[in-house]
């Protein structure tokens, strides 16, 4: 019979729980909370005036990334709770930044416990696609599609997020690129354009 041999490192972690509230949609214990507000989505948004405004008015949290904190490298997987709160920014549906992984070949898995919208993804080529996230639904986000979370609805938009460790955030593109579409409340309806 063969058998592998199993080299085990001097770094091994040692294995490890938590809590994860599916009805609220929160992480007991982070390690680490990114916040970002209004004034961090400068120039993401269609009407600047109305971004403008919410600033003035008081910069509120946009959304919130409660973090586990793991070794950014191959072989561990990074996991994370992303809380989009709800709102718009003149007509425009609140959103996240969105990226491409540095390591673009990388995947990520999104698991929806708590309310209503899309994971817009995009690719280099020029492809779109907005996939309705709500709770119960997992999207699963292939390498090489930029990601960004957009909330419609009237609650947060929370996700259980995992993806492999090495991935990284590149956020320089989408800054300067922006996706092809774009999703806003009208007259009561969504509409995604154009
Ligand atoms: C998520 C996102 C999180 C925040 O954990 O980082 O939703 O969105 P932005 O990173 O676009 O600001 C993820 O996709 N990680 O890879
Ligand atoms: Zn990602």
Known sequence: ??????TIPNDLMHPWGIDIDL???TMCEPDRVLQRRASDMRGYYQE?????????????????????????????????????????????CFMTKGHYHVVSGTAEVYLCLRGQ????MKTAAGQSVAEPMRRHRMVYVPPHWAHRSINTGAEPLISFCVYPAEAGHNYGDIATEGFPKRVFIRQGQERIEP
């Not at 019979?1 to 199993?6: D, P």
């Not at 973090?67 to 709160?85: D, N």
């Not at 919208?117 to 817009?120: A, L, S």
């Open 1 to 6: 019979m063969n058998r592998a041999k199993v």
């Open 48 to 92: 600047e005036a109305a971004l403008d405004q919410l600033i003035a008015q008081g910069d509120p949290i946009h959304y919130e990334v409660f973090e586990k904190i793991i070794p950014e490298q191959y072989g561990h997987l990074l996991l994370c709770i992303s809380k989009l709160y709800p709102g718009r920014v003149g007509a425009e």
């Open 23 to 25: 009805i609220e949609g």
């Open 117 to 120: 919208g899309y994971m817009m």
